[in-house]
């Protein structure tokens, strides 16, 4: 499936590192349940910057993204470019989704709260672990006319 949606996803012509991306997923399903179980706010909007970054310039200023790049340095792992402009909606989407939860446990919601979190941890899971980035799909689905989508 992966492969397809790289097929059919609309080039922006800047380039991610697939296993890089995989890597800072892993750190934000950490995060976020690291957030969750301690009922703070303030991680998830230090989260959501993070996704700013990565999602509004070439990510070099997230520190999720230079860790996850030492890690995947140091471990030797290849780099596997694939198109950007799907990963940084994704990350725009994580942006979303952490300032969300953040505003949910400021509001004393830690139910709505707990939910949204847990989608985001759900979507960074299949990213991390699996290497399918829901977000991509999304993007897809929002960039591509009907008689293409697939």
């Known amino acids: 499936m992966q492969n397809i949606i790289q097929i059919i996803c609309p080039v922006s012509g800047e ?5 890089t991306t995989r890597t800072i997923a892993l750190f934000t399903v950490l995060i976020t349940a690291a957030a969750l179980l301690a009922g703070s706010y303030m991680i998830l909007l ?9 999602s509004f310039s070439s990510g070099t200023g997230s520190p ?8 995947t340095g140091t471990l030797n792992i290849n780099k596997k470019p694939v198109d950007a402009a799907p990963k940084k909606f994704a990350a725009m989407l994580g ?4 300032l969300l939860a953040g505003l949910l446990i400021i509001l004393n919601l830690p139910v709505a ?4 979190a847990s989608t985001l ?7 991390g672990v699996f290497g399918y980035c829901l977000g991509c799909v999304v ?12």
């Not at 380039?15 to 296993?19: G, I, L, M, R």
């Not at 230090?46 to 990565?54: G, S, T, Y």
């Not at 993007?139 to 697939?150: C, I, N, Q, V």
């Open 15 to 19: 380039k991610a590192d697939k296993n």
């Open 46 to 54: 230090l989260l959501a910057a993070d996704f700013a970054i990565r």
């Open 64 to 71: 999720l993204k230079i860790l996850s790049k030492k890690i």
């Open 95 to 98: 942006m979303i989704f952490s």
């Open 113 to 116: 709260a707990t939910v949204v």
């Open 121 to 127: 941890i759900f979507c960074a899971l299949l990213e």
């Open 139 to 150: 993007y897809s689905l929002f960039t591509l006319p009907p008689g293409k989508r697939k």
